[in-house]
T-cell receptor, first 115, second 116 residues
């Protein structure tokens, strides 16, 4: 069974459209994340949620809105897509235990292409 | 804010040889975690090895080992007996030990090529 899954794996859309990427984890983890990997392969945190509560928001444009209906799901909605939003978006999850290194498990990524 | 630097954009190694990938980081914290992730062409992020800063002993995982120099803020990855399947992007990452601030800060990556 896939631990962290994302849908879709590929997304091609026009500038100005609104799109969503879904993420689900079946590991029972408390914390979920969205990372963005740009065309130069640089990975950067966007958001993290702990038990449906937003913990980290790393100066991401308001057009990006994460939504966590429950602790197993963290979706990413993007409004008014721009060319610069083209990237691979990774979802990840981890347990949240004090004193532990809390390994993050990554999904397969969603390659978003904005034309 | 913490930063992670990987100064080698690309490296290559002959199959069965040993290669070392460099990583330095900047932090004012005394306790933290360091990781090496591998990203093959499939783009899946795979944890290779981790190190807790409070542990002096260098971590090892089969053919993978690290050289952790805390004072120098250096965390290099050594791959022994390189195999074709080791070809990938390798990312060094930092995580604070502060409970609740669980984000990974990544370096820019090193693309490793294995020469048959």
């Amino acid at each position: 069974d896939t631990a962290v899954s994302q849908t879709p794996k590929y997304l091609v859309t026009q500038m100005g459209n609104d799109k969503s990427i879904k993420c689900e984890q079946n590991l029972g983890h408390d914390t979920m994340y969205w990372y963005k990997q740009d065309s130069k392969k640089f990975l950067k945190i966007m958001f993290s949620y702990n038990n449906k509560e937003l913990i980290i928001n790393e100066t991401v444009p308001n057009r990006f809105s994460p939504k966590s209906p429950d602790k197993a799901h963290l979706n990413l909605h993007i409004n008014s897509l721009e060319l610069g939003d083209s990237a691979v978006y990774f979802c990840a999850s981890s347990p949240l235990t004090s004193g532990g290194y809390n390994e993050q498990f990554f999904g397969p990524g969603t390659r978003l292409t904005v034309l | 804010a913490q930063t992670v630097t990987q100064s080698q954009p690309e490296m290559s190694v002959q199959e069965a040889e040993t290669v070392t990938l460099s990583c330095t980081y900047d932090t004012s914290e005394s306790d933290y975690y360091l990781f090496w992730y591998k990203q093959p062409p499939s783009r899946q992020m795979i944890l290779v090895i981790r190190q807790e800063a409070y542990k002096q002993q260098n971590a090892t995982e089969n053919r993978f080992s690290v050289n952790f120099q805390k004072a120098a803020k250096s965390f290099s990855l050594k791959i022994s007996d390189s195999q074709l399947g080791d070809a990938a992007m390798y990312f060094c990452a930092y995580k604070t030990s502060n409970f609740g601030n669980e984000k990974l800060t990544f370096g820019t990556g090193t693309r490793l090529t294995i020469i048959p």
